[in-house]
């Protein structure tokens, strides 16, 4: 087994007389065994890309290999691929047995008995047994998301690709099923590309994090790369929830001017912004790391409440001056009213600057080495060791 | 720009075919070519043969003295303002001029056949279309309310609609023949008539065959339309203070706009080519009373044998019927726009 | 007032206006519908009356007699126009369930060259009066001898744009995943048609075909053209060939008609259903 890789692919469809460019030059390494997660907002080309690596679209221009083999010409059932749809798209008038069994029906040599074996694995690990002679219309949901996943788990992939499979599941099952999805992927141990659009299953699932966005890619990283240190304004916003604050601002003299206040920049952050070309920045903050603060000082600035948005564990405060607008994230337990006026500090570690007409980032909020307190070694606790 | 993703995706595709051929092949989009055309290949044979091709020879048979023993035809020439033209087939139809005789030939069917069939025939749209469709509208209305017994009810309206026009223009041949049912009610009040012998009313008794098979067909489509307005539509009209009359008028009557348009285009492509009960109820008789134009272009071409003049009346049959429809289809733009 | 819910506050279900609007209502749709039908019983009356004349016939007949059915069978063939409505009807729908399928899934799910444009082109066909090709089409059936012939009756009308355009938006209200799924599975473009989408169009297909056998059962005016003889003639012009002959034997023609109607009648009557979604779907009346 082998990585599968992309080499700038490009995928152009025809609209209305012009060259629409849905996946421009995109160039992704997929490892062996890791879990990919394709993310962007609608239209971003995620699922063309997800399509072009099963075989269902053409590649207009760029090589795809998967394992050793270029696949660019391969038909769908010789690329050793998987896929989960987004609707399932289960076969209503087979059974679930039917459903699983019809791509090694087609697509391989192997004997009924051979088959029956398989698909009867693939139920047990998915604990599906009992469904096997039923109908897709007579399963809910969530069963048929299993059966979905089933008819891929007994192709034995190399590759398992996944199109927003969780998306039509309710709040509660699409949270489970977050978990099962991993434990399976570690079980099977095939690697998987996984398309969605919601930053938070790209964050709580990827082994990577594929952001893309008009066709391109973003950034390439772990979670917490694409959170810490976001490539682009356009990563920094995506990723994280509620989305990071942006201001756009000036750089003059070791401070950036915002509309709201000057803002004191530390040694690295002046460099930083030195060696770039421009003194145009949008400066970013994230809402969960805006303090508010009873001292005043070079990085507070006072700000009326408009709303407040309670989520229990938190509040969400949205702030207004001078015709700038920022959200907050403060702890819940506190009253705030939306007639108060508050002062809120930006700390020095936690601020983001991008380059205003590249939306490149100049410098990334730091991130601390240290580990939080109470992390002990297992040694440390001794009724652990039983 | 959203190119991607489910919703699009269909929409993407039909342009992707296009955009292809302007590539160097490719594997996939050859199959799909070859695919597509193969199963495409019998209806396109027999359209071609039956369909397409025979519109094309139906011109060419407008222009000829076609003689089918021998399947061999001469070219019908004429000398129109000097010049000349395989046009005589039409000249023969249209001439005289209705108002070379002061209209007449719309009033006897002694001068121009062709004249006095049009105008059967637009009497007929004119009479039947209208009364159809408001009736077919009220009925449905009345049928989509909550009364008992809906399903029997709309299966009676509907049940005309399944006979062969055949059998319709026998039955009402019966029922107004002179000692038909018909006149047994009418006659204690002195109205018996012989409905299909009398010139002054043949036309009159096709026109009631047509709309009792034609109500019904189109209430089926105002069911279905009504069907498809969403009740929370009535439901603001009604928070809003609407009574059920000014319902009617401003939610049901213009989210059947797409209905109408459909019904009329229907009813017009229809009732122009009424045929099988005008020939089964009376044979176009009495003197030319019921002959519509397509019952003439019938006798002419298959009776007579004058296929070139067959052809080319129901070529003038078709642009009429294209004018008709044509225009409806202006008018329903033109709402869509003022909406 | 259509369809909505009447039970809400304000609305009057009593008084002198409620049960007038009601009556009124009721008195309306029912006698319209029994003015509708009575047609139909008049000529099952008709047809069982010894010498009918209006003023013999009554709602329901006192003496009834099959004496007109006998005497149809033993002087007509009914049983060949029979077996030529069905072989006629029949070979038709046959036809048009294969071709048109075949065409409706090529025209939804799959993309070749000038897919838009071929759909158009057939479609654009529903607008040529029938005339305008039956003209041709008989010139060019003669010249091959197929004037009064079984394939000269049946060919010309497998042409049938509503089949194609009501199964191709059927196949086109399925989803295209299923279809992405097969080619996964490892169909090729016709394995997708014919294990994974065409199963799925058993509904759509029992609607054409019923509907497109009532229609061409009825079918009027080609068989009229086509066929030169009583041993081609189907029901519809035997009826009225029989009416020519016997034109002042109404009992005897109306038991023709009763023959050729009750059938259709029967077959409305139990699958309603397809018949009326088959004619709302495609919107066209044969």
Not at chain 1, 106 to 135: Q, Y
Not at chain 2, 75 to 104: D, H
Not at chain 2, 227 to 237: D, K, N, V, W
Not at chain 3, 137 to 163: C, D, E, H, R, S
Request: aromatic share 12%; with cysteine; net charge negative.
């Amino acid at each position: 087994m082998a990585d599968t890789t992309l080499t700038d692919v490009k995928k152009r469809f025809e609209s209305d007389g012009n060259d629409v460019v849905a996946v421009d030059e995109l160039s992704l390494d997929i490892e062996d065994g890791e879990f990919l997660v394709l993310v962007g907002p609608s239209g971003c080309g995620k699922s063309t890309t997800l399509r072009l690596i099963a075989g269902l679209e053409t590649i207009s221009d760029g090589e795809i290999k998967i394992g050793d083999d270029v696949v660019n010409d391969v038909k769908p059932k010789d690329r050793d691929i998987a896929m989960v749809f987004q609707n399932y798209a289960l076969y209503p008038q087979r059974t679930v047995r039917g459903n699983m069994s019809f791509g090694l029906k087609m697509s391989t040599d192997l004997p009924d008995e051979k088959i029956t074996e398989r698909v009867e694995d693939a139920a047990e690990l998915l604990s599906i047994t009992d469904l096997l002679d039923r109908r897709p219309k007579a399963l809910s949901g969530g069963q048929q998301q299993r059966v979905a996943l089933g008819r891929a788990i007994v192709r034995d992939p190399e590759l398992f690709l996944m199109d927003e499979p969780l998306s039509n599941l309710d709040a509660k099952l699409r949270t489970q099923m977050r978990t099962e999805l991993q434990e399976l992927h570690q079980q099977l141990g095939a690697a998987t590309v996984y398309v969605t659009h919601d930053q938070t299953e790209a964050m709580t699932m990827g082994d990577r994090i594929a952001v893309l966005d008009d066709g391109q890619l973003q950034q390439i990283g772990t979670p917490m790369e694409c959170y810490y240190e976001p490539a682009n304004q356009f990563v920094a916003g995506f990723i994280g929830s509620p989305s990071m604050n942006f201001i756009e601002g000036v750089f003059v003299d070791g401070l950036i001017h915002l509309d709201l206040f000057r803002y004191p920049l530390t040694d690295e952050q002046r460099a930083a912004i030195e060696s770039e070309d421009s003194n145009s920045v949008t400066v970013g903050i994230r809402p969960e790391d805006i303090e508010l603060t009873d001292e005043d000082g070079p990085r507070t600035v006072e700000m009326d409440v408009n709303v407040v948005e309670p989520m229990g564990s938190m509040n969400l405060l949205h702030l207004e001056r001078s015709g700038v607008e920022i959200t907050a994230s403060v702890t819940g337990e506190h009253i705030v009213d939306e007639s108060d006026c508050v002062r809120v500090r930006f700390p020095a570690d936690r601020i983001h600057a991008f380059d205003r007409q590249t939306g490149a980032a100049v410098f990334n909020r730091e991130r601390s080495a240290d580990r939080p307190p109470g992390i002990l070694s297992r040694e440390e606790v001794p009724s652990h060791g039983r | 720009m959203a190119v991607d993703d489910k919703t699009d995706s269909v929409t993407v595709r039909t342009r992707v075919t296009r955009f292809r051929q302007s590539l160097p092949s490719f594997g996939h989009a050859d199959q799909n070519n070859l695919a597509g055309l193969l199963l495409m290949l019998p209806n396109f044979v027999v359209f071609s043969l039956f369909l397409l091709g025979p519109v094309l020879f139906a011109l060419f048979l407008s222009t000829q003295d076609w003689n089918v023993f021998t399947s061999s035809g001469e070219w019908a020439w004429t000398t129109l303002f000097g010049v000349r033209l395989p046009i005589q087939n039409y000249v023969e139809v249209l001439t005289p001029w209705p108002w070379e005789n002061n209209w007449a030939s719309l009033r006897s069917p002694s001068y121009n056949l062709w004249w006095f069939a049009l105008r059967n025939t637009i009497a007929y749209v004119v009479v039947v279309v209208p009364t159809q469709i408001i009736g077919a509208f009220l009925l449905a209305l009345a049928l989509d309310m909550r009364i008992r017994g809906k399903k029997p009810l709309r299966a009676a309206y509907f049940m005309p609609v399944m006979l062969t026009s055949a059998a319709s223009g026998v039955i009402w041949r019966w029922l107004l023949a002179n000692k038909g049912v018909v006149n047994e009610f009418l006659r204690p009040f002195g109205l018996a008539n012989a409905w299909a012998n009398d010139p002054g009313t043949a036309l009159g008794s096709l026109m009631l065959i047509g709309l009792w098979g034609g109500i019904g067909f189109n209430m089926i489509f105002y069911l279905a339309g009504l069907q498809s307005i969403p009740e929370e539509l009535y439901e603001a009209a009604r928070i809003d203070g609407a009574t059920g009359w000014q319902r009617i008028k401003e939610v049901t009557w213009p989210n059947l706009r797409n209905t109408h348009f459909f019904v009329i285009v229907l009813s017009i492509i229809g009732t122009f080519q009424v045929f099988g009960i005008a020939l089964v109820f009376a044979k176009g008789g009495p003197y030319h009373a019921t002959t519509t134009t397509v019952v003439l272009i019938y006798k002419t071409a298959f009776e007579n044998s004058s296929y070139g003049k067959g052809a080319a009346m129901a070529f003038m049959l078709f642009a009429i019927v294209f004018v008709f429809s044509y225009y409806q289809y202006q008018l329903n733009q033109q709402n869509e726009v003022s909406y | 007032m259509p369809r909505s819910n009447y039970d809400y506050p304000g609305y009057e279900r009593s008084g002198t206006t409620y049960w007038t609007k009601t009556t009124l209502l009721y008195a309306g749709v029912i006698g319209g519908a029994l003015l509708w039908s009575l047609p139909f019983w008049w000529m099952l009356a008709t047809s069982v009356t010894a010498n009918p004349s209006a003023a013999s016939i009554t709602l329901l007949p006192s003496n009834p007699t099959l004496d007109h059915y006998e005497a149809l069978f033993s002087t007509q063939p009914i049983g060949k126009w029979f077996f030529n409505t069905i072989v006629f009807a029949g070979s038709v729908t046959a036809f048009n369930l294969i071709f048109d399928s075949l065409a409706g899934y090529a025209l939804a799910k799959v993309d070749f060259i000038g897919r838009e444009k071929f759909f158009l082109l057939f479609m654009s066909t529903m607008m040529i009066p029938a005339m305008v090709t039956l003209i041709p089409v008989y010139v060019f059936l003669a010249k091959l001898g197929w004037v009064n012939t079984y394939q000269g009756l049946v060919a010309p009308m497998i042409a049938n744009p509503i089949g194609i355009f009501l199964l191709r938006q059927h196949f086109k209200g399925m989803p295209s995943a299923l279809g992405d799924a097969a080619k996964i599975d490892g169909c090729n473009e016709l394995q997708t048609f014919y294990k994974v989408y065409l199963p799925l169009a058993k509904p759509a297909l029992a609607t054409l075909g019923i509907y497109t056998f009532i229609m061409t059962w009825n079918n009027f005016q080609w068989p009229l053209i086509i066929a030169s003889d009583d041993s081609m003639y189907t029901l519809p012009v035997a009826l009225f060939s029989v009416r020519n002959q016997f034109f002042t034997e109404w009992g005897l023609v109306m038991a023709a008609a009763a023959i050729i109607v009750m059938p259709v009648i029967l077959v409305f009557l139990s699958a309603q259903r397809y018949f009326i979604r088959g004619m709302t779907l495609s919107g066209v009346k044969g």
